[in-house]
């Protein structure tokens, strides 16, 4: 079974700005992942959680990927 991973803040609004951006409704972006509108609306909002299939599902949609960044570098690219 694949870990379900909680919707940071920052990869929620990221999700939700650039479905946006691509002119895309909650309910077309669920239906090309294989989830409702309203499961991308919860993850969008902060308050769900998905699992990393989903995620990437998500990313490859959009025209992203999302990748893991050591605390370090993130820090520093937020100076």
């Given at each position: 079974?694949?870990k379900?991973l909680?919707?940071?803040?920052?990869?929620?609004s990221?999700?939700?700005?650039?479905?946006?951006?691509?002119?895309?409704t909650?309910?077309?972006?669920?239906g090309?992942?294989g989830?409702?509108?309203?499961?991308?609306?919860?993850?969008?909002?902060?308050?769900?959680?998905?699992?990393a299939?989903?995620?990437?599902?998500?990313?490859?949609?959009?025209g992203?990927?999302?990748?893991?960044v050591?605390?370090?570098?993130?820090?520093?690219?937020?100076?």
């Open positions: 079974m694949a379900r909680p919707a940071p803040a920052g990869i929620a990221t999700v939700r700005e650039t479905r946006e951006a691509r002119g895309l909650q309910t077309q972006l669920g090309l992942v989830r409702s509108g309203t499961h991308i609306g919860t993850f969008e909002r902060g308050w769900g959680a998905s699992n299939r989903v995620l990437d599902a998500i990313a490859f949609q959009l992203c990927r999302w990748a893991l050591p605390l370090e570098e993130a820090h520093d690219a937020q100076e």
